[in-house]
């Protein structure tokens, strides 16, 4: 008889990389390719602003010195994402989590919910070429097609400092907890995207394996 053909289950996907190195858009892509839901902490922030003037002035404070998040803000919203997503479909986590008490709270909520084991890479580019990048980088802010206001020198220079410290951490947690591995930012968008798949290629046919072995028989 044929061998019985065994569905794995979804990919979960983490995004992680340095300033302006192009997260987002490659986020975007990946997440349509493998049917993820994208969670863009950005969005849900800007929703979660739109319906709460108080903490719209909280996090309006924090952007404008170039200081994180509030970790009870953020705890809440991948509480709420993570427990509200279909176990059917992956998540990609884009551009986070930027501190490791986030990435122990996402791994604890992925292992309470049987997630698989996400993949985590992280887009890395020259220093000096994120500070390029971020001073030209145009978002929409305040409902006008502008620089962000967190991309001023000082609360740049703050952001850099503070993120430089806490991703260190974030990652060497998921170094030690699942499959990670660094992605070159550098050269055209194309060919960022193509050492990504790459990398999700090479995880993927090895988890289809030992998922297969660990499931061989099982109805």
């Given at each position: 008889?044929?061998?019985?053909?065994?569905?794995?289950?979804?990919?979960?996907?983490?995004?992680?990389?340095?300033?302006?190195?192009?997260?987002?858009?490659?986020?975007?892509?990946?997440?349509?390719?493998?049917?993820?839901?994208?969670?863009?902490?950005?969005?849900?922030?800007?929703?979660?602003?739109?319906?709460?003037?108080?903490?719209?002035?909280?996090?309006?404070?924090?952007?404008?010195?170039?200081?994180?998040?509030?970790?009870?803000?953020?705890?809440?919203?991948?509480?709420?994402?993570?427990?509200?997503?279909?176990?059917?479909?992956g998540i990609?986590?884009?551009?986070?989590?930027?501190?490791?008490?986030?990435?122990?709270?996402?791994?604890?909520?992925?292992?309470?919910?049987?997630?698989?084991?996400?993949?985590?890479?992280?887009?890395?580019?020259?220093?000096?070429?994120?500070?390029?990048?971020?001073?030209?980088?145009?978002?929409?802010?305040?409902?006008?097609?502008?620089?962000?206001?967190?991309?001023?020198?000082?609360?740049?220079?703050?952001?850099?400092?503070?993120?430089?410290?806490?991703?260190?951490?974030?990652?060497?947690?998921?170094?030690?907890?699942?499959?990670?591995?660094?992605?070159?930012?550098?050269?055209?968008r194309a060919?960022?995207?193509?050492?990504?798949?790459?990398?999700?290629?090479?995880?993927?046919?090895?988890?289809?394996?030992?998922?297969?072995?660990?499931?061989?028989?099982?109805?």
């Open positions: 008889m044929p061998s019985k053909t065994v569905k794995t289950p979804p990919l979960n996907l983490v995004l992680l990389g340095d300033p302006g190195a192009g997260k987002a858009t490659q986020a975007e892509y990946f997440a349509k390719k493998y049917k993820m839901f994208d969670y863009d902490m950005g969005r849900e922030l800007t929703l979660l602003r739109q319906k709460d003037k108080k903490i719209d002035a909280v996090l309006q404070q924090k952007n404008d010195k170039g200081l994180l998040t509030p970790t009870a803000i953020v705890r809440k919203l991948n509480n709420d994402t993570i427990l509200r997503t279909p176990t059917k479909t990609l986590f884009d551009g986070h989590p930027k501190m490791v008490g986030e990435a122990r709270i996402i791994a604890k909520l992925l292992k309470e919910t049987n997630r698989t084991k996400p993949l985590v890479l992280y887009i890395r580019i020259p220093q000096q070429e994120v500070v390029s990048r971020i001073q030209q980088r145009q978002g929409y802010f305040n409902t006008k097609f502008s620089k962000r206001a967190d991309d001023s020198a000082a609360a740049l220079k703050n952001r850099a400092k503070y993120y430089r410290k806490n991703i260190a951490e974030v990652v060497e947690f998921f170094k030690s907890t699942y499959t990670f591995a660094n992605i070159d930012g550098m050269g055209t060919q960022v995207r193509a050492r990504i798949q790459k990398a999700i290629n090479f995880y993927l046919k090895n988890y289809q394996e030992i998922y297969k072995e660990n499931n061989n028989g099982k109805s």
